[in-house]
């Protein structure tokens, strides 16, 4: 670590829990986030100015004008602009020395398990089920930890799964998907806010994992309310009939 480094990343290396060493696994780090949108911005974002040393991005969206309500990463001028490549000038300016690997593309399939199998954490800013499914397949079937995020209308949650961890749940353990998309923005609408607020504690959390310090949420979902401001925790457990981590479950011919 440089004079330059340990000037920029000051007030965090003065915090006990991480000091030099770990401000140095940060450094060190591959955080590969899906989703360059509402969530995605924040979240890259305060990765990038924490000093995370990589961070890949797959979104396969061009920047809209009723993005930039919410989507900060985003300015007037990238309108047209591949999200992605509009993320990756905003991080570079932030600060230059993180390595961002910017992909217009749905990241999927084989693909999809090479880039989870590289990364220390993935970051879940998608906005549809399936995408989220097969997101949460990969990082099981690879024992990566994965931030899954979401936020509509007034309200987000956000929650943390620990393959690694013999008693961690799964996406696919909070949730089933039948085939059916879940509520999205452009139908539904959002508060602007409300994504900076679960974006942040995505990035936040995946912090927490790279540097092994604190808590996470994982066996956790947060729920915030923006109408009422108010926060509830759920305690989620391990469904043992979980088609993509139970007991008797199997992924591509494996044990889960």
Known sequence: MNDNQLLRYSRQIMLPQIDVEGQQKLLSAHVLIVGAGGLGSPAAIY????????ISLFDDDEVDLSNLQRQIAHYTDDIGTAKVISTRQTLNRLNPDVDVRAVKQRLMSVELEQ??????????????FATRFAINKACVEQKTPLVSG??????????????????SPCYNCLYHFDGEEQLNCSTNGVIAPITGIIGSIQALEAMKLIMAVGETLCGRLLL???????????????NPSCPTCGDSGKISGRES
Request: aromatic share 6%; charged share 25%.
């Open 47 to 54: 990765l990038a100015a924490a000093g995370v040393g990589r």
């Open 115 to 128: 880039e989870v199998m590289n990364a220390d954490v993935v970051i879940d800013c998608s906005d549809n």
């Open 150 to 167: 979401a936020a509509i209308r007034f309200e987000g949650h956000i929650s943390v799964f620990t393959p690694g961890r013999n008693d």
């Open 224 to 238: 915030v309310d923006g109408l009422s401001m108010e926060w509830n925790t759920l305690k989620l457990k391990k």
